[in-house]
């Protein structure tokens, strides 16, 4: 079949790769002059198959209260007049009952085990490289509680199968030497051995190569104006050049701007932007910054090390489809950098980074089949859009090929 993708983000391209792989001949839209240069430029790195808990939990609206008018608060609620930033906001409440979030979690679960084991088969098959580091991912905590609920919660974990090991102070700084320096400010850790962190930006760019090769065709600099249907099909998508891109099947991959181009033709999903920012510091020889991936529980930051450089990302922000860059949020994120790493580079030449992650309600995404039996959807996945590319690359391929994907996931339209 003639496939076109819409979106050539990781998951836009990780689709592309699979389709192309079962056969099809395939064209990928995208308004940037690039592969990953929006959501996929500079997120935080971590490829977490272990971090199946979804923002909305029953523990996130109480400190959504605490963290009201904190302008450098973990997670940041502008209210807009906006009746779909209002729709989510209270699906995102009802989603935090522990029942949903069980159940959310177990979707998360089931589809990032696919994806880590669809990711290391590509790996193997292609060689590609991407700054990769395969020594897990660290969780410190600072404070006996935040420890203890972190302890609880790997213990439900380990019992799914999750391999997450418990860790003192000390063994934290064994795994971590970066961390000695504030060692007596970590009460304890979580390690999760079978997670790892990467570079999405060249991954991404460098598997868009791959999928050159194959055959794929990428329309780079061509805006999508909108689609068009007839018949109870999709028919074509015309772009803002005038020009149209017509194809057997359609996916629908652009993250939080899906909604705004499938709402006109009658198709509505919970996927809304929710913005977060990133720092990015140069190191140099003699700087001191950690190697393995962490995330820092307190703050709600992941650290990740490329190669020469250190990336923290992290936040949540709910305001629509502004991308600029706050300056304040930015800067408690290199404060509590260089409270842990004092010594990570220099401060004052950190790069900033804000991206809209297109997050549903309950964090599970958007994958599969649409009232339109040529249009398919992988969209929404939120903060996880990296640690599930490849397993909803590969299950979108699955689906459009007629084939059932191998995994116990709620493909929409199964």
């Known amino acids: 079949m003639k496939i076109a993708v819409l979106g050539a983000g990781v998951i836009g391209v990780t689709s592309a790769w699979y389709l192309a792989r079962a056969g099809h001949e395939v064209t990928v839209v995208d308004r940037q002059d690039a592969a990953a240069m929006e959501t996929s430029f500079a997120n935080g790195g971590q490829i977490s198959t272990s971090h199946a808990e979804p923002w909305a939990n029953p523990g996130t609206p109480k400190q959504v209260l605490e963290w009201l008018g904190r302008e450098d608060s973990p997670m940041l609620f502008r209210l807009r007049v906006d009746p779909y930033q209002w729709a989510w906001g209270l699906a995102f409440l009802r989603e935090c009952l522990p029942a949903r979030t069980r159940a959310n979690a177990a979707q998360i679960a089931a589809i990032n085990r696919y994806s880590r084991a669809q990711l290391l088969a590509l790996r193997a ?68 051995p079978g997670d790892e962190s990467g570079d999405a930006h060249k991954f ?7 999928c050159a090769a194959r055959g794929v065709q990428f329309r780079y600099g061509s805006s999508i104006l909108r689609i068009e249907t007839g018949g109870g099909r999709v028919s074509r998508v015309l772009l803002g050049s005038g020009e149209t891109i017509q194809a057997d099947t359609y996916v629908m991959a652009l993250g939080s701007y899906s909604p705004l181009l499938l709402r006109p033709i009658g198709i509505s999903i919970p996927v809304y932007p929710l913005k977060g920012y990133s720092i990015t510091i140069a190191l140099a020889d003699g700087d001191v910054a950690p190697r393995i991936s962490l995330s820092d529980g307190a703050h709600k930051l992941v650290m990740s090390r490329l190669g020469d450089r250190l990336r923290v990302a992290g936040t949540a922000e709910l305001t629509g489809y502004d991308t600029a860059i706050n300056e304040i949020r930015c800067q408690a994120i290199v404060r509590r950098t260089f409270e842990l790493f004092p010594r990570a580079g220099r401060p004052e030449d950190a790069q900033f980074w804000a991206g809209l992650r297109p997050a549903t309600p309950g964090g599970v995404p958007c994958i599969g089949r649409t009232r339109y039996p040529n249009l398919f959807l992988n969209t929404g996945h939120g903060t996880l859009g990296w640690t599930m590319a490849c397993g909803s690359g590969a299950a979108i391929a699955d689906i459009v090929s007629g084939r059932t994907p191998e995994t116990d996931f709620r493909f929409l339209g199964a």
């Open 125 to 192: 098959e292609t060689g590609i490289q991407y700054e990769q580091q395969t020594r897990g991912i660290l969780s410190i905590y600072e404070g006996r509680q935040a420890l203890d609920e972190a302890v609880s919660a790997a213990s439900l974990e380990k019992l799914r199968g999750v391999d997450l090991r418990v860790l003192t102070a000390a063994e934290c700084v064994e795994l971590e030497p970066a961390l000695a320096a504030r060692a007596d400010r970590i009460a304890g850790g979580v390690h999760a």
């Open 204 to 210: 991404t760019q460098d598997l868009a190569l791959l």
